[in-house]
């Protein structure tokens, strides 16, 4: 996935404007589609809508969408069938397949609905993804979005993600506001309990088996959450009640009237999942020892010794261990810019004033690196690189920010840094692949670790393909059990 300039937005500071402007009017009570009744909102529906239309973009910019055609037609036609169902089914609902390895599904207010590749390849059939689905449409109906959003208007928050060093970083990095910042909110214990409700609700009236679908949570409890990824995992935003497993084992044998019919969908959710990537992308960039190589753009970029590297579609983020610097590689579509006109129009756009640097060639490509003195709340300033480079006339600039706590203690190296950036022309780089989810016929019963053992490609632990199958490893498979395996030569972190 191409690296995409993300652009800074204000969504949202006219909808809390015309919200706190009529405060004591109509938008102060609303009564909520799902339980019929009136509270406190600042927002109506029309402009719930617009926040979700508005902060749609930033997500997509900022974790890209998984480019597999049918995967998202699957995801779309399940997901449009629930919302069907659902309190709200005039909504225009959107379905989304977010291009990232992390176990995780969310909405934004107005219908916006989005699950990671990563939950798509640990389910095991259709009622799980109904079940996930439904959740994240309970979200949306019960207006849960809106209400945080209203919570942290009214206190004065903002939504704003920021910045590890400072909002000034974040304002000249043109780093998003309410689309993450909606993203990263977390809900309550409450909300949650009310959206497993309704998933389970969703799911068994669009003719969904919710006793197999709920099984997932077993899934969620099992799966440990890895440190430091940029995109929030389920358990880091779905904060669940101690219960979740028995709760909604208990809502999905309640659900289910005496009758038959329900789907489960094994197979056939198997067959769309054949073939997705699993884990991380090397052809959207990988690290391999301080050098950060992307083989789909064709470059690499090394980075300090030790700092910790997070990659995703929108920027490329290297930041020292104790958060005391940060450098930031984003790439702007441009047309008729040189790297000279870029650097000026970012110091035009901030008030900055450019203190030092000029035009210079890095490895063959017009660049332009310059220090900018950036104004800062209260009067301040601070001081920051800007690196613009072009590798041909009229193509797109790779643009690096380069901010510290005391510039002049990091300033070599991160010049350094930024006089790395170079074509990549390591071949294996160049030609490695993603590894993806295979599944497999068992010919003959045996255990899930015995099938495992007789291929090998397989770079994950045995641990991890049992959790695939919500399975142990010491689980007896029967013959033509459908096997989801993980296939591929990529050992990622090498």
């Not at 990563?118 to 095991?124: P, T, V």
């Not at 959740?135 to 209203?150: D, L, N, P």
């Not at 753009?297 to 005391?324: C, I, M, R, S, Y």
Request: include cysteine.
């Amino acid at each position: 996935m191409p690296l995409r300039l993300h652009m800074s937005n204000r969504t949202g500071r006219w909808i809390a404007a015309a919200a706190l402007a009529g405060l004591a009017g109509a938008l102060a009570c609303a009564v909520n589609p799902v339980t019929g009744r009136r509270e406190f909102s600042l927002m109506s529906e029309s402009q719930e809508i617009a926040l979700g239309q508005e902060s749609d973009p930033q997500i997509v910019a900022m974790y890209g969408v998984y480019s597999d055609a049918a995967v998202s037609a699957y995801v779309d036609s399940l997901g449009q069938r629930l919302a069907r169902v659902s309190h709200r089914p005039n909504l225009k609902y959107t379905f989304r397949v977010v291009d990232s390895p992390v176990i995780n599904a969310f909405a934004l207010p107005g219908g916006f609905v989005y699950i990671t590749r990563g939950i798509l390849a640990h389910m095991n059939n259709e009622a799980e993804l109904a079940i996930v689905l439904g959740h994240e449409i309970g979200h949306v109906t019960a207006r849960h979005g809106a209400e945080q959003y209203s919570r942290q208007q009214l206190a004065g928050l903002g939504l704003g993600v920021g910045s590890i060093l400072s909002p000034t970083v974040a304002r000249v990095g043109q780093l998003a506001e309410t689309g993450l910042g909606l993203l990263f909110l977390k809900y309550g214990r409450d909300d949650e309990t009310q959206a497993d409700e309704l998933g389970v609700q969703y799911a068994t009236k669009a003719g969904y088996d919710p006793e197999r679908g709920v099984k997932f949570f077993e899934v969620l409890d099992r799966q440990q959450q890895e440190s430091g990824e940029t995109l929030p995992g389920w358990l880091s935003t779905h904060p669940a009640p101690a219960d979740r497993v028995t709760h909604t084992q208990q809502l999905a044998a309640a659900a289910k009237t005496a009758g038959t019919g329900y789907t489960v969908g094994e197979s056939a959710h198997k067959s769309r999942i054949d073939g997705i990537v699993f884990g991380d992308d090397p052809r959207q960039g990988f690290v391999e020892g301080s050098v950060f190589k992307h083989p789909g753009l064709v470059f690499e970029w090394h980075v300090p010794d030790g700092w910790k590297v997070q990659n995703t579609p929108a920027a490329v983020v290297a930041t020292e261990p104790n958060g005391a610097a940060q450098l930031r590689l984003t790439m702007a579509e441009v047309k008729g810019m040189t790297p000279a006109t870029l650097v000026r129009q970012v110091a035009e756009k901030n008030n900055a004033t450019i203190l030092e640097g000029g035009e210079e060639s890095i490895h063959g490509y017009a660049a332009y690196v310059a220090v900018l003195q950036v104004p800062t709340e209260g009067g301040a300033s601070q001081r920051i690189l800007l690196a613009a480079i072009q590798r041909e006339a009229s193509g797109p600039i790779f643009r690096i920010l380069g901010a510290a706590n005391g510039l002049s203690t990091w300033q070599s190296r991160l010049y350094s840094s930024i006089r790395s950036f170079g074509p990549l022309r390591d071949q294996k780089a160049l030609a490695i692949q993603p590894n993806r989810v295979r599944v497999i016929a068992v010919p003959k019963g045996e255990t899930l670790q015995d099938a495992v053992g007789g291929f090998k490609d397989v770079p994950v632990r045995i641990g991890m393909v049992a959790l695939l199958n919500n399975l142990l490893p010491n689980s007896p498979l029967a013959p033509g059990f459908r096997l989801k395996v993980v296939r591929g030569t990529y050992q990622e972190g090498s």
